[in-house]
């Protein structure tokens, strides 16, 4: 799911009623034709062949630094793993490059305890810290010292001042690293009055109170000129490091940002009327943090089974595939295809199916809002009649389902921005679940619906694979039905409404503010 390198992602759960009983309802496949092709291709697209695909990209990041983000080696491997299936299944396959601005470190980052009981920290947003935009690179080790801070911290927002003035130092010890605590004025102020008290580097942690304990904002330094290394961490991290006077600790921060090249996978049936194209897209890349073995290796291995599968039928429509680079670097990939399309080009598009994260541990069966009725965002005309044909898919199943925002923040982005219908699934990332979501899709409340959201523990070993087969059965269903017949998208009115839970996670620019 996308999230700038180093640059946050905030989630929230809007709720509406969840639903307490699935919905009799006709599958897709019989209200618009071709049904004995998509039952045999619902059944040959296993879970279990599209946990090999997951298997493989745990393998590519394995022998490449534990990650397959754009522009390195373990995308690229990516790449050409993805592209050889294509081919061999039949599929005219192109493989499309693109500049980008890669924003990343050339070593891991560190924040390690190395007193008393030693500890690493673990680097990403939704983990324990990032480094702050407009950070310099530096490698300190020494000792932390506290600048009045407020612990336990006061009960509204702000309360802490940590920082905020030059008095504040007074006492500090030059080279020592100023520990501090968000809260009242900018990271900026904190760090500049930091640097004149001679700290050797920063350490702001979150506040404390709810709403302000996580990595969950995009904390920037607001520009350049900043001269010693300076992290944030979450409010849990820093009172730990807090929690003992004298504490010593490690940082290393090593940023590059240089122009790259990454690469598109778009592979496209040579049977099809080439007019009326169904096209699906699932973004390859993960975060340099990772392997991205859910986000998104998951979207990609149910697109590429679903690809390899359907290579067998002989579709009315034309099939393309697309699988994303630099997604992760705020939807680069799709928004370099469609902009490189001519009208003609995208008019031949029938519609768009997007799959981002479709295996979350601790999923909920999440499905894009196309008519609007959730979140007030609808896509183009014809999005409705996709979310309706999801929506009774599960309920043929006898499963609930929920309501995702349609905002373009994933890879259906570019695509609604040009007037194409589209939809697709997503079983949740940073959002914590609640207590009635937990009672209806099971699972546990009051954590995150992926714990290993942009972390290094997204590995093959965070994937639910219940989640995994359902929603590769999901896509499979409709890319088989409109394989067969698109008839009605466009044209349908929008479905009647059907009370459903509801996840966003809107992205934030920076955020200067403490």
Excluded at 204 to 219: A, I, S
Excluded at 265 to 290: C, F, T, Y
Excluded at 291 to 307: F, H, K, Q, R
Aim: aromatic fraction near 8%.
């Amino acid at each position: 799911m996308r999230s700038r390198l180093r640059r946050g992602v905030v989630g929230a759960v809007t709720s509406a009623a969840l639903i307490l009983s699935p919905i009799a309802l006709a599958g897709p496949a019989a209200a618009h034709g071709g049904k004995n092709d998509v039952q045999k291709l619902v059944k040959a697209v296993s879970g279990k062949n599209v946990k090999k695909h997951l298997r493989a990209l745990q393998a590519i990041a394995n022998a490449n630094g534990g990650t397959r983000v754009s522009g390195t080696p373990g995308f690229d491997a990516s790449r050409d793993y993805v592209a050889a299936k294509l081919r061999r299944a039949g599929y005219d396959v192109t493989i499309q490059p693109f500049e980008f601005t890669f924003d990343g470190y050339i070593t891991p980052p560190v924040l390690k305890r190395t007193s008393g009981e030693q500890k690493t920290y673990t680097y990403g947003f939704f983990a324990d810290y990032v480094a702050m935009q407009d950070s310099p690179a530096g490698a300190v080790s020494g000792t932390l010292q506290a600048v009045d801070l407020v612990l336990p911290p006061g009960p509204a927002a702000n309360t802490s001042s940590s920082g905020c003035e030059a008095s504040d130092f007074a006492g500090f010890t030059a080279g020592n690293i100023a520990l501090m605590q968000r809260g009242t004025c900018s990271f900026r102020i904190k760090v500049d009055n930091a640097i004149a008290a001679g700290a050797s580097a920063a350490v702001v942690f979150n506040e404390g109170q709810p709403g302000r304990t996580e990595v969950d904002l995009n904390p920037t330094l607001g520009g350049p000129g900043v001269t010693i290394p300076s992290f944030f961490t979450s409010f849990a991290a820093g009172n730990e490091l807090a929690a003992t006077a004298g504490t010593t600790v490690q940082l290393n921060w090593d940023p590059i940002v240089e122009t790259r090249t990454t690469y598109n996978v778009i592979a496209q049936s040579r049977k099809g009327d080439p007019d009326n194209v169904v096209m699906l897209g699932a973004h390859l890349d993960s975060v340099q943090e990772g392997p991205g073995i859910n986000d998104n290796g998951s979207g990609s291995a149910g697109t590429l089974e679903v690809a390899l599968q359907m290579a067998k039928l002989k579709p009315k429509n034309q099939l393309r595939f697309a699988f994303w680079g630099a997604e992760e670097f705020g939807l680069l990939g799709s928004q370099h295809y469609v902009s490189a399309l001519t009208a003609e080009e995208r008019a031949r598009i029938s519609l768009y199916l997007n799959f981002d994260m479709i295996a979350s541990p601790n999923y909920t069966f999440g499905i894009y809002d196309g008519d609007g009725d959730a979140f007030g965002t609808a896509g183009p005309p014809g999005s409705d009649v996709i979310e309706e044909d999801f929506e009774k898919f599960f309920a043929g199943r006898g499963l609930p389902f929920t309501a995702t925002a349609f905002t373009g923040r994933s890879d259906y982005g570019p695509f609604i921005a040009v007037g194409i219908p589209s939809g697709g699934l997503f079983t949740g990332a940073e959002v914590l679940k609640t207590e009635e979501e937990a009672a209806i899709f099971g699972g546990t409340a009051g954590i995150p619906l992926d714990p290993c959201y942009h972390s290094v523990c997204d590995t093959i070993r965070n994937i639910n694979d219940k989640a995994l087969d359902v929603n590769s059965d999901a896509i499979a269903t409709l890319a088989g039905t409109y394989a067969f017949d698109t008839g009605t998208i466009g044209t349908a009115p929008a479905p009647a409404t059907a009370s459903r839970a509801a996840q966003a996670h809107p992205h934030h620019p920076a955020d200067s503010a403490s």
